[in-house]
């Protein structure tokens, strides 16, 4: 059973593999019409925005665009804090203002921050169990 703790551990990444399925014939089909595209083009019989402006010869070619960005830590849509980070932001400043107030002043200091932790517990309660009940 696993306790719960404060910070992440990094788990094993799984073994994950795609089967890719090759099909010869489509393959042959597809090439063929991408030639007969490309000379029906270069004869000025089709034109390219017909088909979505779509250069079929550069399908089969290597396509570094956006492979690195493919590959970045995306940021999240809270400015960067994720909600664990946040959670620990919060307990961290709860902890530094509890031994503070209780270097000033005392068991009174501990008292209040407890007061205060548990009224909030109850409001997040309050409004979770409020949303359940709307559902």
């Not at 620990?88 to 007061?115: K, S």
């Amino acid at each position: 059973m696993k306790l719960p703790s404060i910070f992440r551990t990094a788990t094993p990444t799984r073994f994950d593999i795609k089967p890719r399925y090759y099909d010869k014939v489509k393959e042959d089909i597809d090439h063929r019409t991408a030639n007969v595209k490309r000379e029906l083009e270069a004869k000025g019989i089709l034109h390219p925005d017909e088909y979505g402006n779509v250069n079929l010869g550069q399908r089969y070619g290597s396509s570094l665009r956006g492979a690195f960005s493919q590959g970045q830590i995306r940021q999240s849509s809270t400015g960067g804090f994720s909600s664990a980070g946040l959670v620990r932001l919060i307990i961290f400043v709860i902890l530094i203002l509890g031994t503070f107030g209780y270097i000033y002043y005392g068991n009174a200091a501990l008292y209040l921050i407890l007061y205060l932790a548990g009224g909030v517990a109850l409001l997040v309660l309050f409004y979770r169990l409020k949303d359940r009940i709307k559902k």
